[in-house]
Nanobody, 125 residues
Framework: QVHLVESGGGLVQAGGSLRLSCAAS????????MGWFRQAPGKERAFVGR????????VYADSVKGRFTISRDNVKNTVYLQMNSLKPEDTAVYYC??????????????????WGQGTQVTVSS
């Protein structure tokens, strides 16, 4: 089991920045990748980006590329989502998730085994 807790959400003006944290505990060594997703009201949960534990490599959705950055603190076992140049359309509940297999589609919800509770990000215009 992997337990994930997100934090850092809030209200920010367009153009501002926020950093979300995802603290992982439990059998984190068995995770292959960590993903970030977001879900806006009335919309499907959408892929934002992912971080590969072993290589530190990252992949981002086109909508956030160049504005969002995923990083990791090995000591704290925490993954971060740094969000810059925020837009109103970035408003959503943001979730982190852990994938234990490389064989799933890591751009889809189904590729992940464990999820955090989510944190709200609201960007005002």
């Amino acid at each position: 089991q992997v337990h994930l807790v997100e934090s850092g959400g809030g209200l920010v003006q367009a153009g501002g920045s926020l950093r979300l944290s995802c603290a992982a505990s439990g059998h984190t060594f068995s995770s292959y990748a960590m993903g970030w997703f977001r879900q806006a009201p009335g919309k499907e949960r959408a892929f934002v980006g992912r971080y590969y534990w072993s290589t530190g490599g990252t992949v981002y959705a086109d909508s956030v590329k160049g504005r969002f950055t995923i990083s990791r603190d090995n000591v704290k076992n925490t993954v971060y989502l740094q969000m810059n140049s925020l837009k109103p359309e970035d408003t959503a509940v943001y979730y982190c998730a852990a994938a234990q297999s490389r064989f799933g589609d890591l751009s889809q919800r189904a590729g992940y085994n464990f999820w955090g509770q989510g944190t709200q990000v609201t960007v005002s215009s």
